[in-house]
């Protein structure tokens, strides 16, 4: 089974400043999948950025980015010129090829934003 | 467009009982994902509908149960409340059963079980 991991249960940044989340994840399949989504506090999850695994290139969207690692199993979101919206909970996912849109997510990521 | 809406948004229960919650998909969506969110933890998967069928279950005992309606809505149902089944309930929807992973999420419904 597919388990996804995140270390950080919080993270704390300054405004304007860079972050990085961190997110590993366990699987045998070479086709798959990666997610962060962002949770703000009125609960509705919205994608944040996607990377597709056969994909060399690191998917960037506009002030977010993700240093995809697929050896080490690795993918973790940088996020630049931190803004007080940016506050919210991550969440990495994964999804197998094959396996419709079922998404395994990590534990989560509290994100605070300092003005 | 409307998005994923979800009713009711929050509820109390007692242990014992029963309780049904119920999620619209985007239009032309006709896959439905249910995943519970308990306090602290990350999103646990529950189930998956496409089509009308049950296509996945999670780890999750089988008094959570669902459907999915021709107009592909859906109904979680969940028998013989525990205390542990407080969380909030997490209905999603995407065009089909393949795709890019993108899922758009309902707010949730909160329940909690006393």
């Known amino acids: 089974a597919q388990t996804v991991t995140q270390s950080q249960p919080e993270m704390s940044v300054q405004e304007a400043e860079t972050v990085t989340l961190s997110c590993t994840y366990d699987?045998?399949?070479?086709?798959?999948?990666l997610f962060w989504y962002k949770q703000p506090p009125s609960r509705q999850m919205i994608l944040v950025i996607r990377?597709?695994?056969?994909?060399?290139q690191n998917a960037t969207e506009n002030r977010f980015s993700v240093n995809f690692q697929k050896a080490a199993k690795s993918f973790s979101l940088k996020i630049s010129d931190s803004q007080l919206g940016d506050a919210a909970m991550y969440f990495c996912?994964?999804?197998?090829?094959?396996?419709?849109?079922?998404?395994?997510f990590g534990g989560g990521t509290r994100l605070m934003v300092k003005p | 467009e409307a998005g994923v809406t979800q009713s009711p948004t929050h509820l109390i229960k007692t242990r014992g009982q029963q309780v049904t919650l119920r999620c619209s998909p985007i239009?032309?969506?006709?896959?439905v994902y249910w995943y519970q969110q308990a306090l602290g933890l990350g999103l646990q998967f529950l189930l998956w509908?496409?089509?009308?069928?049950?296509?996945n279950r999670g780890n999750f005992p089988p008094r959570f149960s669902g459907r999915q309606f021709p107009n592909y809505s859906s109904e979680l149902n969940v028998n013989a409340l525990e205390l542990e089944d407080s969380a909030l309930y997490l209905c999603?929807?995407?065009?089909?059963?393949?795709?890019?992973?993108?899922?758009?999420f309902g707010e949730g419904s909160r329940l909690t079980v006393l």
């Open positions: 999603a929807s995407s065009q089909t059963g393949r795709g890019t992973g993108e899922l758009f």
């Open positions: 699987t045998s399949e070479s086709d798959y999948y």
């Open positions: 990377q597709e695994a056969y994909k060399q």
């Open positions: 996912a994964y999804r197998r090829n094959n396996a419709g849109n079922m998404l395994t």
């Open positions: 239009s032309g969506h006709t896959s």
């Open positions: 509908y496409d089509e009308g069928e049950e296509r």
